[in-house]
């Protein structure tokens, strides 16, 4: 590609903060839960790139033709490739596609076809966008895209802290996880955290029914802790882990954890899938599980060691994906007052789904 900004370029990051910026000089938009990408055009030449610089165009045949009929003849936009179905984004839908069978992919792209999101421009033509403050490369890209149709949209955009604290309340429910804060007088920046990302923060009891070694220290440290949570019908459901300790952290929990691994399987509500299961073969319909293959975790090591199903632990959560934690939790301390049976998804906080349609808009208020 012979383009002013040619792939591949690290797309420009945020770092995580409790509560909105104050003050003026600030465009915000909702956090979309997706898969970050910039795409390149050049001619009829599409390059959909990842994040980690990765092509992504055989995954998403179907935006090919969209992309041609819609975008500029030459550009880099930014922005976020999602799945939408009902009223709420699908993440796990997206990491369906990731698959090495391309008549798989073309299953998946026209049962569940994806959007793209852009929200950036870093050049046009042969201008290089990227100097240019973030407000007038805003103006460009809705310029660009003025008559942008599905499956392409334009992020929302607001100079209006209100309505963005609006977004932040009421847009979880749809898969937006968050609210994006950037300056609006902000360069282009690879691979620099200067953006903000203001994300849910809640707390959840969960029952610890396993754990995994940390990489290279087998028997003298924990890697992760396997966290479960019981539906209505007392079915213990694994919903993600906790993980990030420290060096003395994860050699403490060796000891912690020995005496529940004693007869841990006698009773253990994932006993099938430790006994039982083989690689590659799938659980019991509706449940997760804790040792399955992982299309983005290639030749780890994803065996897990089971303990009683008698310790509760607190966690941080920021977003729930369907029935599971969507990102990695974070322990907060252990909760021997309360009871294993007590861990369920009724103390989770449900918030209502928004309708996609009044989320996918083009204009900056």
Same mark, same amino acid.
């Given at each position: 590609?012979?383009?002013?900004?040619?792939? $591949?370029?690290?797309?420009?990051? +945020?770092? *995580?903060?409790?509560?909105?910026?104050?003050?003026?000089?600030?465009?915000?938009?909702?956090?979309?839960?997706?898969? *970050?990408?910039?795409?390149?055009?050049?001619?009829?030449?599409?390059?959909?790139?990842?994040?980690?610089?990765?092509?992504?165009? @055989?995954?998403?045949?179907?935006?090919?033709?969209?992309?041609?009929?819609?975008?500029?003849? *030459?550009?880099?936009? #930014?922005?976020?490739?999602?799945?939408?179905?009902?009223?709420?984004? #699908?993440?796990?839908?997206?990491?369906?596609?990731?698959?090495?069978?391309?008549?798989?992919?073309?299953?998946?792209?026209?049962?569940?076809?994806?959007?793209?999101?852009?929200? #950036?421009?870093?050049?046009?033509?042969?201008?290089?966008?990227?100097?240019?403050?973030?407000?007038? !490369?805003? +103006? !460009?890209?809705?310029?660009?895209?003025?008559?942008?149709?599905?499956?392409?949209?334009?992020?929302?955009?607001?100079?209006?802290?209100?309505?963005?604290?609006?977004?932040?309340?009421?847009?979880?429910?749809?898969?937006?996880?968050?609210?994006?804060? &950037?300056?609006?007088?902000?360069?282009?920046?690879?691979?620099?955290?200067?953006?903000?990302?203001? &994300?849910?923060?809640?707390?959840?009891?969960?029952?610890?029914?396993?754990? @995994?070694?940390?990489?290279?220290?087998?028997?003298? +440290?924990?890697?992760?802790?396997?966290?479960?949570?019981?539906?209505?019908?007392?079915?213990?459901?694994?919903?993600?882990?906790?993980?990030?300790?420290?060096?003395? &952290?994860?050699?403490?929990?060796?000891?912690?954890?020995?005496?529940? *691994? #004693?007869?841990?399987?006698?009773?253990?509500?994932? &006993?099938?899938?430790?006994?039982?299961?083989?690689?590659?073969?799938?659980?019991? $319909?509706?449940?997760?599980?804790?040792?399955?293959?992982?299309?983005?975790?290639?030749?780890?090591?994803?065996?897990?060691?089971?303990? @009683?199903?008698?310790?509760?632990?607190?966690?941080?959560?920021?977003?729930?994906?369907?029935? !599971?934690? @969507?990102?990695?939790?974070?322990?907060?301390?252990? !909760?021997?007052?309360?009871?294993?049976?007590?861990?369920?998804?009724?103390?989770?906080?449900?918030?209502? $789904?928004?309708?996609?349609?009044?989320?996918?808009?083009?204009?900056?208020?």
């Amino acid at each position: 590609m012979h383009l002013p900004v040619p792939p $591949p370029v690290l797309p420009m990051l +945020a770092k *995580r903060v409790s509560a909105l910026p104050e003050g003026e000089g600030w465009i915000f938009e909702p956090k979309w839960d997706g898969f *970050r990408v910039l795409v390149f055009r050049d001619g009829e030449e599409i390059f959909i790139q990842s994040r980690d610089e990765k092509p992504l165009n @055989r995954y998403f045949p179907e935006l090919m033709d969209p992309l041609r009929a819609q975008l500029p003849e *030459r550009c880099v936009l #930014d922005g976020e490739l999602v799945i939408a179905r009902g009223s709420a984004l #699908d993440f796990e839908a997206l990491q369906l596609r990731i698959h090495p069978a391309a008549s798989r992919i073309k299953l998946l792209a026209g049962e569940m076809p994806a959007s793209m999101v852009f929200w #950036d421009v870093l050049c046009e033509g042969e201008s290089d966008l990227r100097e240019l403050p973030f407000h007038e !490369r805003r +103006a !460009r890209l809705e310029a660009l895209l003025a008559a942008a149709q599905p499956p392409l949209h334009i992020t929302p955009a607001t100079t209006d802290r209100a309505a963005a604290e609006d977004w932040f309340k009421r847009f979880e429910g749809a898969g937006l996880d968050g609210v994006m804060a &950037k300056p609006a007088a902000g360069v282009y920046e690879p691979n620099k955290r200067v953006m903000l990302k203001v &994300k849910h923060e809640r707390e959840c009891d969960c029952v610890v029914a396993g754990f @995994r070694w940390h990489k290279g220290g087998e028997h003298t +440290a924990i890697g992760s802790l396997l966290l479960g949570l019981y539906d209505e019908a007392g079915t213990l459901h694994h919903v993600g882990v906790a993980a990030s300790f420290t060096t003395k &952290k994860r050699a403490e929990l060796v000891e912690y954890l020995a005496p529940y *691994r #004693d007869n841990a399987l006698e009773n253990h509500p994932w &006993k099938h899938w430790a006994e039982a299961m083989m690689p590659g073969e799938d659980a019991t $319909p509706g449940q997760r599980v804790p040792g399955g293959k992982s299309r983005w975790s290639q030749g780890k090591d994803l065996s897990w060691e089971p303990l @009683r199903a008698e310790l509760v632990v607190e966690v941080a959560y920021d977003h729930m994906q369907g029935s !599971r934690f @969507r990102h990695t939790a974070h322990f907060r301390r252990w !909760r021997t007052d309360k009871k294993p049976a007590d861990c369920t998804y009724a103390q989770l906080e449900v918030v209502a $789904p928004h309708e996609l349609s009044s989320i996918f808009g083009t204009a900056t208020r």
